[in-house]
């Protein structure tokens, strides 16, 4: 037994729902609480207060980008907690590898964006069943596209492209290399310039080879499905410049986001 | 007994976890709107780094994620229950990037923070339940003991143990132990009708 009592364990239901005891504390406390449910009623009338304070406390603007990559989380949590066998659309199991995960996470994303256009879900009471029903049918259309990334096999490639700063940009390219289409999923990144655009390069042999041009919204999200890229060797990396608006044969500008391939 | 409209959204987010126990993507859209603002701050304030409370909003709802099946309502509100993940997960990083560390720091993000307290209006875009509530919610801080609500405070917001807040305010453990469960009894006692629900007995 430890040094508490019960009694004086009660005194503590306070600190402990604040996360504030120390280790051994906690653990005397947790072996009480398991014997006694009016200490465990008492913890939860604690945590109200705490939830309480929290919303008092205020709250930060949670940007769709922060909300893309949490979303994201849930997806990979999701792939490696169920097998789901009720669930359709998904792609086929291939086992835990890092690209898997990422595409489950980009369905996400895709949802996200689609639930934007939908019209705005911001509301708990904006949360239609028609709305669920248009997503879920966009979202099997999306899942087919993924589908056809995921049919590369080992011929996909995800680049992961990264800038420096605080908070920098990020994007993903996932690039079935068997059939030259890709999908390129942006990410903190804030809209070009009016009259310029972002523009996507493969450097070849160290050449930059022009790509896919796109442009990302306010909320700092990009998502271009199925594009087309070259299937050729030699490539060992990706980039992405802002360039006048129809783009350019060269960048005009410094390299604003780079990521390398994943050598096979 | 929590009020009419704070049951509603109370029974409403229970009903989102619920959705989000069948694996509805959509109910955590709505739980991530409803609720990642105020747990983001919350997390932000612990770990007083922007990238690591980011972090930890993302643990959050993937931890909801995987336990939403075993979700109670009888057991308490899902603010509640999220508000709990988000400190646990926010404390858990401290730790593990060395509070001792963090302790000696100065209070470099404050600017980014939300106002404290018994500062700034309510935020206007609330319901208006919402601000009856962070009203009351001041107004229960604002009427404690100044010495209750510092012990508080630095428990809640900065996450510090209870020891950790002796040794700061050169005060005995027993003391500050006392000040934080006459401070949290009082403002249980005071707020129970702003509860977002009521757990059973």
Not at chain 1, 106 to 129: F, I
């Amino acid at each position: 037994m430890s040094p508490h009592d019960d009694a004086s364990l009660r005194d503590l239901a306070a600190a402990y729902a604040l996360g504030g005891l120390s280790a051994e504390e906690t653990r005397a406390f947790e072996a009480a609480l398991a014997r006694d449910p009016s200490l465990a009623a008492e913890v939860a009338s604690f945590r109200e207060v705490n939830a309480l304070l929290a919303e008092a406390g205020g709250t930060l603007p949670a940007d769709p980008a922060l909300k893309a990559r949490v979303m994201a989380r849930v997806a990979s949590e999701k792939e490696r907690q169920l097998p789901a066998p009720g669930r359709t659309a998904r792609p086929p199991a291939r086992g835990p590898l890092p690209w898997a995960i990422a595409a489950a996470a980009l369905l996400v994303v895709t949802s996200a964006l689609l639930y934007r256009d939908l019209g705005r879900t911001r509301t708990e009471l904006q949360v239609t069943r028609a709305d669920l029903v248009s997503a879920r049918d966009s979202l099997a259309v999306q899942a087919q596209t993924l589908v056809t990334l995921l049919g590369a096999g080992e011929d996909l490639a995800v680049v992961q492209l990264t800038a420096t700063g605080a908070e920098p940009p990020g994007m993903r390219l996932f690039w079935n290399q068997r059939t030259g289409r890709g999908v390129l999923q942006a990410y903190r990144l804030p809209p070009a310039e009016a009259g310029r655009i972002y523009q996507l390069w493969l450097i070849r042999d160290g050449v930059p080879v022009p790509s896919q041009l796109f442009n990302s919204g306010e909320d700092g999200l990009a998502l271009v499905a199925n594009f087309t890229l070259p299937t050729g060797e030699g490539i060992t990396a990706a980039a992405v410049t802002e360039e006048p608006a129809g783009g350019s044969p060269q960048p005009t500008t410094p390299i604003l986001l780079i990521g390398t391939l994943p050598t096979t | 007994m929590a009020d009419a409209a704070a049951a509603a959204r109370s029974e409403f987010d229970a009903g989102l976890v619920a959705r989000m126990a069948q694996g509805e993507d959509a109910a955590v859209s709505a739980l991530y709107d409803r609720w990642a603002g105020a747990l983001l701050a919350v997390a932000l304030r612990i770990t007083r780094d922007r990238a690591d409370a980011e972090e930890v909003l993302a643990e959050v709802f993937a931890q909801a994620w995987r336990e939403a099946p075993r979700f109670e309502t009888t057991r308490g509100s899902v603010a509640a229950w999220l508000t709990t993940i988000t400190r646990s997960r926010a404390l858990d990083l401290l730790r593990a990037r060395g509070r001792r560390k963090r302790l000696e720091e100065t209070a470099a993000i404050e600017p980014a923070l939300p106002p404290s307290y018994g500062q700034g209006p309510a935020a206007p875009d609330r319901p208006v339940e919402d601000r009856e509530r962070q009203a009351a919610v001041r107004g229960a801080l604002a009427e404690l003991p100044e010495p209750q609500r510092v012990a508080l405070e630095m428990a809640y917001f900065e996450g510090l143990s209870q020891s950790e807040i002796a040794e700061r305010l050169g005060q005995p453990l027993g003391t500050v132990k006392t000040r934080t469960r006459l401070a949290m009894e009082k403002l249980r006692d005071t707020l129970r009708p702003y509860y977002y629900a009521e757990p059973a007995a």
